[in-house]
């Protein structure tokens, strides 16, 4: 099963509010990733977790703050976003049994709009 | 230089056809290579990987050139259903940072 799982599918929020975005898998991967991804344009990395601890943080701004309660579940926590943070959010995992030279597999992403 | 480059597109190209991307990469030391596909308002899936000097899965076959640091996909016998984007990636080193090439747009008409 080379399944990881993202809810919800589409949200649609207001720059005050607070929301959260959740990433799952049952891989038994041990880094988990969230990217974002502007249209026409590839994934931009955010966050890398490795053994449930935050080893990257690409300078992404304060009101994006990532959470990895364990080794399974990612949640990226939203609050008083802009419109230009309106993008598709993709979570992502890989084994790493290769240290982080293997294959990341993503998820379906979560289409954000900020209004 | 970017770090990894391809070529954008788009390529337009008829059923049956076979089409190869070319992707360079900057860092002489990355040992691992892969093509994602992408489809529109979808995330990318793993197409290839390629670890030593290329790989074959059917109707298509990545090649990798060390000494001219680049990697190409060839995709032979086009279906309908490969108009995607193809997304080359290379790992920068044992960070778990992917660096994607911008992505090579296909579409295969009938």
């Known amino acids: 099963d080379t399944e990881v799982t993202q809810t919800p599918k589409h949200l649609v929020m207001g720059m005050t509010n607070k929301k959260s975005l959740k990433c799952e898998q049952h891989m038994g991967h041990r880094a988990m990733y969230w990217y974002k991804q502007k249209a026409k344009k590839p994934p931009e990395l955010m966050f890398v977790y490795s053994y449930e601890k935050l080893s990257i943080n690409e300078s992404v701004p304060s009101r994006f703050s990532p959470e990895c309660p364990n080794s399974s579940l990612l949640n990226l926590h939203l609050h008083a976003l802009q419109p230009e943070d309106s993008a598709l959010y993709l979570c992502?995992?890989?084994?790493?049994?290769?240290?982080?030279?293997?294959?990341?597999?993503f998820g379906p992403g979560t289409r954000l709009l900020v209004l | 230089r970017k770090e990894v480059e391809q070529d954008p597109g788009p390529f337009n190209v008829p059923e049956g056809a076979t089409v190869a991307f070319n992707c360079t990469y900057s860092n002489s030391a990355s040992q691992s290579f892969f093509w994602y596909r992408q489809d529109c308002r979808k995330e990318p899936k793993l197409l290839m990987s390629?670890?030593?000097s290329g790989n074959e899965d059917g109707r298509f076959t990545a090649q990798l050139n060390r000494a001219s640091q680049y990697i190409s996909l060839l995709i032979r016998d086009s279906k309908l259903s490969d108009s995607a984007t193809y997304l080359c990636?290379?790992?920068?080193?044992?960070?778990?940072?992917?660096?994607f090439g911008q992505g090579t747009t296909l579409q295969v008409k009938p």
């Open positions: 990636v290379v790992p920068s080193g044992n960070t778990g940072k992917l660096i």
């Open positions: 390629v670890y030593s």
């Open positions: 992502a995992s890989s084994p790493l049994n290769q240290g982080f030279q293997e294959t990341q597999y």
